[in-house]
């Protein structure tokens, strides 16, 4: 008779899943409850997904970021992000669109290669990582919803919301970096 394998434990341990998925819930919360379209069309800047180019950085990178350096753990940030689509679309359908009954996959992977540029990112590169990250989530959606809906940006909005984007980022990581930085400092006191 063989012995039985040794299970190993999870990669993750309690706190750092609680890490993850209280990020993740955060980032979904805002996503799905801030008036986001409407700030946007305030601003009279038009879409498909101009909230995700102004405030990308604020309801996915920042969240993100923090379920990464929070954890500290290689692969937190894509989790964190994969989560967070995948508790927006529990809730409603990606940008509301249902036809294809698959167009939410879209969704996590945008949010996906959010995280893996995090990812690839970390450390001094971070901010690159979430301008990089928030620019092609925003590019995947776009083309998402070109596709199916044949709704694309104005041309002549294009380059200033990329642009946008890719800014709206790394302010969420850098903002990621002093909110990890403060709670380290607290912890240690």
């Known amino acids: ?33 801030l008036p986001i379209k409407a700030m946007a069309q305030a601003l ?26 929070l954890t500290g753990k290689k692969w937190a940030g894509v989790i964190t992000s994969v989560l967070i689509a995948c508790i927006c679309l529990f809730l409603r359908p990606w940008y509301g669109i249902t036809s ?6 879209y969704g996590i992977v945008s949010l996906f290669i959010l995280g893996l ?26 083309l998402a919803i070109g596709l199916h809906t044949h709704t694309w940006p104005r041309a002549e909005f294009v380059p200033a919301l990329l642009v946008a984007s890719f800014i709206s980022g790394m302010v969420g990581a850098i903002i990621a970096g002093g909110i990890a930085g403060l709670l380290e400092r607290i912890s240690l006191e």
């Open 100 to 105: 294809p009954s698959w167009f939410s996959i």
């Open 44 to 69: 009279n800047i038009p879409g498909p997904a101009a909230g995700m180019a102004l405030l990308g950085g604020f309801i996915f990178v920042l969240w993100v970021c923090l379920g990464r350096r």
């Open 117 to 142: 540029c995090v990812e690839l990112f970390r450390g001094r590169r971070e901010a690159i990582g979430g301008g990089l990250g928030n620019f092609l989530c925003l590019g995947t959606t776009w």
């Open 1 to 33: 008779m063989q012995p039985m394998p040794m299970v190993r434990g999870s990669y993750f341990g309690p706190v750092e899943w609680l890490v993850i998925i209280f990020m993740g819930l955060l980032g979904a919360l805002l996503n799905v409850y």
